[in-house]
């Protein structure tokens, strides 16, 4: 990791830090995170650290526990299938629910178009957060602020799956995406649930495939 300059924004920069090097797999599954180790990395003191410990273990990437202290978490297969079975869930009712304007097709188009800039330039985490904010925009579309509070948390705790299926984003995310943008676009929810369901089971399907026996 790259030593960070002490600058007003040290934590935030820490906790970029850290995920960065988990999401592209520098720290690994279970990967032991010592605050006075990733401190000496980069040069600051534990406090920022500590910080960004605490805020990855509310996303989920990190578990803290008494004793054995903060290591990258690792999924089991059944986590797996619960996320994207809840994830389906959320996301096909959000297009139901959500208002399609020209401002959210406009903002779908964007974010298609910055995920395939990123994808070219191999910007991993900067794809991996568009991800993010692509399904974001359509749970925003539906005012329901419950539903964006709980997919929001869905979604940090899928962060690590999302990470494993980077190569598989590279080529089918764009595409994906632009399906349901077409589907919205010409006003055809019915297709944009198809296209939103495929999208994840698809997902799902090929991260379950990398276990060999069920977890």
Do not use: W
């Not at 904010?133 to 925003?140: E, M, P």
């Not at 089918?172 to 055809?188: E, G, M, N, R, W």
């Amino acid at each position: 990791m790259i030593k960070l300059a002490k600058i007003p924004n040290l934590t935030e920069l820490t906790y970029r830090s850290i995920k960065q090097s988990v999401l592209n797999g520098t720290l690994g599954e279970l990967s032991r995170l010592t605050e006075e180790s990733l401190a000496t990395q980069l040069g600051i003191s534990k406090s920022p650290v500590r910080e960004a410990l605490n805020r990855l273990e509310a996303e989920g990437l990190v578990r803290i526990e008494a004793r054995r202290g903060a290591y990258v978490r690792q999924f089991s297969a059944k986590e797996i299938r619960d996320l994207y079975e809840l994830r389906e869930v959320l996301e096909v009712h959000a297009i139901d629910a959500a208002t399609i304007t020209p401002k959210l097709l406009n903002d779908l188009s964007a974010s298609i178009n910055r995920t395939k800039k990123f994808l070219k330039n191999g910007n991993k985490l900067e794809h991996i957060e568009e991800d993010m904010r692509f399904h974001g925009l359509i749970t925003a579309a539906t005012g329901n602020q419950e539903l964006c509070r709980v997919l929001e948390n869905v979604q940090q705790k899928a962060l690590l799956c999302r990470s494993k299926s980077y190569e598989l984003s590279a080529t089918t995310a764009p595409v994906a995406h632009t399906k349901i943008y077409q589907a919205l676009k010409k006003d055809s929810k019915r297709e944009a649930r198809l296209a939103m369901r495929d999208h994840i089971v698809f997902v799902r399907e090929r991260l379950l495939a990398t276990f060999k026996t069920p977890s």
